[in-house]
């Protein structure tokens, strides 16, 4: 077989059981589900998902680390002038991130705020952030605040995200990230205005 065509057949694979993951985290829960559960919803035998994983966490891992990589790619796009001044690009990118690909994300953004993805999340956010605050206007304060405030708006930021999918998603994202930019840029007063 050609190496080609073989490497289709592999990501063919891949993806069926990456889709039968995500359909069941949103009926079972990390914690309850198999291999066997996976082999069934994708089609397959157990003994395909375990010449690729030594277990459902290597398939957790695996998802989580294309999600991130897909952000982490995004994020490298992210100008922090134009963020410094309109906070809405940031939010903007990440509506057009987790719109591409919404069954999935939402599934991993209804996580508890202790998962690995969310951790990830946070993570990346807060250090792209952190560097932008330090080539802005705000470079004259000392690192350890720089940390702690974009800890506090990345943390924001992302469990606004999660209790818009854990809500039933009532507002548009659209609607969700305008409204975090404007509070980011003018804070909570501007609520007061509208």
Same mark, same amino acid.
């Given at each position: 077989? @050609? ?9 063919? *694979? ?11 985290? #949103?009926? @079972?829960?990390? !914690?309850?589900?198999? $291999?066997?559960?996976?082999? #069934?919803?994708? !089609? =397959? ?8 994983? !030594? ?5 957790? #891992?695996? $998802? ?5 990589? &897909? ?6 796009? &992210? #100008? ?5 001044? %309109?906070?809405?690009?940031?939010? /903007? ?7 591409? %690909? ?25 250090? @792209? ?16 605040? &720089? /940390?702690?405030?974009? %800890?506090?708006? *990345? ?7 999660? !209790?818009?999918?854990?809500?039933? =998603? ?18 909570? @007063? ?5």
């Amino acid at each position: 077989m @050609k190496d080609s065509a073989k490497d289709r057949r592999i990501l063919k *694979t891949k993806k069926a059981i990456h889709a039968a993951f995500i359909k069941l985290l #949103d009926k @079972k829960g990390y !914690n309850k589900i198999s $291999i066997k559960d996976i082999a #069934d919803e994708a !089609n =397959c035998d157990r003994k395909t998902i375990y010449y690729y994983y !030594n277990g459902v966490y290597e398939i957790r #891992d695996e $998802i989580e680390n294309e999600f991130i990589a &897909l952000v982490e790619d995004a994020a490298t796009e &992210l #100008d922090f002038h134009k963020y410094e001044e %309109n906070p809405q690009h940031i939010f /903007e990118l990440l509506t057009e991130i987790i719109n591409n %690909n919404i069954e999935a994300y939402s599934s991993f953004l209804k996580w508890d705020a202790h998962s690995h993805i969310i951790r990830k999340m946070i993570a990346l956010f807060s250090e @792209k952030v952190k560097n932008g605050f330090e080539k802005s206007a705000l470079a004259s304060q000392d690192s350890e605040k &720089l /940390e702690v405030i974009s %800890n506090f708006i *990345t943390s924001g930021m992302v469990a606004a995200y999660q !209790n818009w999918f854990n809500s039933g =998603c009532k507002q548009s994202l659209e609607e969700v990230s305008k409204e975090l930019g404007e509070i980011i840029l003018y804070g909570i @007063k501007s609520l007061e205005q509208k």
